[in-house]
């Protein structure tokens, strides 16, 4: 069996907790039935010890296999990561919707997207990374009870994404402490009103205004000062013809959203700019997660 998943790009500035999109940037995993439990690992992380057990996917895999068929058997996975991991690119949430969508095709039980997003979010409590990661798209998503709720739109081939990647690390865990408990009203209504109408624009394809509606008061700066060299990389995007710039999820990465025509033009000028930080031009997604039986 094949698994594929897409990196996942949160937030999209005041869509805290809400808004998020796939591109395509994808894990791999192979799976197959084998007498012992066998890893291999290749890509990003595969030189880090902890990343090559993945507690997380087997944790996961495991106790959806033994919930849906009462056994427990063994399989040999070979996880191909192109995802960089703690990086605000959706690595964990990649995971988690692979792991299930792996063990309901392995326990040979029918499902659909949904189940597999509804069971996403007993791992992961924002649904803004596990939604587009299942649904690909552009998704707004909130959480009633144990449910998502959430609505697509199909994202156009003339857009794509440039991503910057830093050469550190910040962990989703870490970076939500650094933000506060309580926020003012003028804070609140400004992130939301623009992430109200951010939604508005994605739906109606009015790319041009994004601009405006990408501002957040919520998060970005705060998290963005454990990294200040961000603030620039923003700026760059932006000058050079950005459609918008966001802090993907909860960082280190910058999400930059371009016409395809600009995008040669503005990952030059973010990689000359920023030798030490990767850069990837990609497709956005419009597909989410894939299973081949
Ligand atoms: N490909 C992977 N293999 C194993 N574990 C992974 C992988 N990707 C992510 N993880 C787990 O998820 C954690 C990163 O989650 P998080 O801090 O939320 O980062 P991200 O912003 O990339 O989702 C890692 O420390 C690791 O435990
Ligand atoms: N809404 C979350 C998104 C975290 O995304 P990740 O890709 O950094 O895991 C947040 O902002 O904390």
């Known amino acids: 069996m094949f698994v594929s998943v897409p ?21 791999e995993i192979i799976i197959k039935p084998s007498k012992f439990l066998s890893i291999s690992t290749h890509g990003e992380g595969s030189d880090n010890p902890k990343i090559k057990k993945n507690t997380l996917f087997l944790s996961i895999f495991n106790e959806n296999y033994k919930r849906l068929t009462g056994r427990t058997d063994n399989f040999r996975f070979e996880f191909h990561n192109r995802i960089p991991i703690s990086r605000g690119l959706g690595s964990s949430s990649a995971v988690i919707v692979a792991a299930l969508s792996a063990a309901y095709t392995t326990a040979g039980v029918r499902y659909n997207k949904r189940e597999i997003l509804n069971q996403a979010l007993r791992y992961e409590h924002h649904p803004d990374n596990i939604t587009p990661a299942v649904m690909g798209g552009f998704n707004v998503a909130c959480v009633e009870g144990d449910r998502v709720y959430s609505k697509k739109r199909r994202l156009p081939d003339y857009l794509n994404a440039v991503v910057v990647v830093p050469n550190r690390t910040i962990s989703t865990a870490k970076s939500r402490t650094v933000l506060p408990k309580m926020y003012r009203k003028e804070e609140t209504v400004y992130s939301l009103s623009r992430a109200a109408y951010m939604t508005a624009l994605f739906m109606s394809e009015s790319w041009d205004l994004l601009r405006i509606a990408s501002k957040d008061k919520l998060h970005q700066a705060r998290r963005m ?3 200040p060299e961000l603030f620039e990389v923003q700026k760059t995007a932006l000058k050079h013809g950005a459609v918008m710039s966001t802090l993907s999820g909860s960082g280190s990465t910058f999400f930059n959203l371009v016409y395809e025509k600009d995008a040669q033009k503005i990952h030059s000028a973010l990689q000359s700019r920023f030798p030490q930080f990767r850069v990837f031009t990609l497709a956005l997604d419009n597909n989410g997660v894939m299973v081949k039986s």
């Open 7 to 27: 990196a996942t790009s949160a937030n999209l500035g005041p869509g805290f907790d809400t808004l998020g999109l796939a591109v395509d940037l994808r894990n």
């Open 225 to 227: 000062k454990m990294m």
